[in-house]
């Protein structure tokens, strides 16, 4: 990818798990290096704003997520399924993340 990132940089992402792939489009809508970033993710039925939080606890870097759902259409009638399902879905990011990043012999 060339360039720098910062506000307005573009990714291109497919999210499998639905019957049909979704392409997503996330754009940064802030970038502050290395302290705040922000982003909204928008696909063909919903928009999604997300933030990052980076903190310390016990000399480890804890990383949260806050976003904020934006369904459109009939999407909005299902807003609470779809907010349950990306909790979990989220949960189970953190996690591979996490195992990715302990494991033993992982190049950095």
Same mark, same amino acid.
């Given at each position: /990818? +060339?360039? !720098?990132?910062?506000?307005? *940089?573009?990714?291109?992402? *497919? /999210?499998?798990?639905?019957?049909h +792939?979704?392409?997503?489009t /996330?754009t940064?809508t802030k970038?502050?290096q +290395?302290?705040?970033?922000?982003?909204?993710?928008?696909? %063909?039925? /919903?928009? =999604?704003?997300g933030t990052? #939080?980076?903190? *310390?606890e016990?000399?480890? *870097?804890?990383? !949260?997520?806050s976003?904020t759902?934006?369904?459109?259409?009939f999407? %909005?009638? =299902?807003?609470?399924? =779809?907010?349950?399902?990306?909790?979990?879905?989220?949960? =189970?990011?953190?996690?591979g993340?996490? #195992?990715?990043?302990? %494991?033993?012999?992982?190049?950095?």
């Open positions: /990818m +060339p360039g !720098a990132i910062g506000v307005g *940089t573009e990714f291109q992402a *497919t /999210m499998r798990g639905a019957r +792939p979704a392409r997503v /996330m940064s970038f502050s +290395p302290l705040s970033l922000a982003s909204v993710s928008r696909m %063909r039925g /919903m928009d =999604i704003e990052p #939080d980076f903190s *310390t016990g000399g480890q *870097t804890r990383l !949260a997520w976003w759902l934006h369904p459109r259409g999407l %909005r009638c =299902i807003a609470p399924a =779809i907010r349950a399902m990306g909790k979990r879905q989220e949960q =189970i990011n953190w996690v993340l996490k #195992d990715y990043l302990e %494991r033993p012999g992982r190049e950095p």
